[in-house]
């Protein structure tokens, strides 16, 4: 009779140093979100107030099409660069350096003087998010040995990105309150600069601590033995990895479309709500601030769910469908009902609709680096997130802003939650199907 299997160990505690690793990666990833997530806030007051029209000008509506796709645009093909990059140069010096740079190029956008130099200046910004993204998750996962307190520790500090939608909210409701009270920013207080300056935040704690912050032990052995290959985009699509890739890059590619085709455009739906057009401006932006709460509220809920999960069901399609299919029913019925009549809905069913569609990023975060070598792990995260999510992703939102005008509806906001509708839900329907193809990873080890 053969004996019983010895339980696995337990992983060991964490040490000093990587509790320090993962409170930085918590504070990048919160900012990523903080600086992509203000945009559906500030880009309508920027933009009446850079461009000197209405609110319900074609001009802004243009305008929003543009703020949203151009930067994610940027983001890709430097993201893209900034993966390689990662692989060539080591994990922590694009870490540091791309925060810095978002963190910095936030702050320079307070001050545009025009949409052409706000425009310019979230390109920057998002091509230091897109960077850290890849730089973070790849450095994460190679510091961090043990599977379970892998998936762990890159499922908890992932989930950071939703509490930066939560400060970015709790932000902008703060500086539309009280922002007569700080400083004249270009001779005026308007509450949108103020959102855009705090984006550097991030970089304080950063300049602190990046002297303790070690590189990734994985990496830097095989770069001193000399056996670190040398990364090249073609190696992602060689026959064992080409699949992947390819169905890697349609996912996050829709998983981006639903939320910037759809849920990222809630803040310039709630407007046209009956309870809230007869409102003062602040009062609106109030209401705008405290829906978009339930939403990263929401995502926070679901990218918590993602983590707990994914130590528990071994199947990543599995669980991937627990997050899709519910945000399949949900999304269209959100947009199509409550979000042209009740307020009091909107609220709780962008609470779902973001638990669903959030958890689905910090999915990617874990299952990306278990499938592509050490010497490709930057590169082949960067192609998938950037080419995938940032680029093809993101223009669902120049799609939603495209179809507004042939919607059906009296007034921009509901022609505008129509259009998110099918934009939303297309974007769900190929994620779904695409997820049948995707390769389950090789059990607890990454490849090497």
Known sequence: MSA????????????????????????GFAFDSYELLMAPLFVGPALVNLLGVPATSQAVNDWVGILFYVPALAGGVFGLLGGYLTDLLGRR???VWSILLYAFSAFAAGFAPSVQWLLFWRCCTFVGVCVEFVAAV???SELFPNPKQRETVVGYTQAFGSIGGVLVTGAYYLVVTYGDRLPAVRGGHEAWRYILMSGVIPAIPLIVIRPFLPESPTWQAKKRAGTLKRPGLGEIFRPELRRTTVVTTIMMACAFAAAFGAIQQMPRIVPGLPEVQTLAGPARQ??????????EFGGLAGRLA????????VSRRRLLHLFQVPGLVLLPLVFVFPATDSLSLVRWGIFLVGFMTIAQFSFWGNYLPRVYPTHLRGTGESFAANIGGRMIGTCAALVTTSLVPSMPGAAVPIKLAYACAIVGTAAYVIGFAASFWLPEPPKDQMAE
């Open 4 to 27: 019983a299997q010895p339980a696995a160990a337990p992983p060991p505690p964490l040490t000093r140093v990587q509790w320090l690793i993962a409170v930085i990666a918590a504070i």
């Open 93 to 95: 010096r694009v870490l």
């Open 138 to 140: 790849a450095w994460l």
């Open 286 to 295: 109030q209401v705008v601030s405290a829906v978009q709460s339930f939403q």
């Open 306 to 313: 993602l983590a707990f999960l994914a130590i528990r069901i």
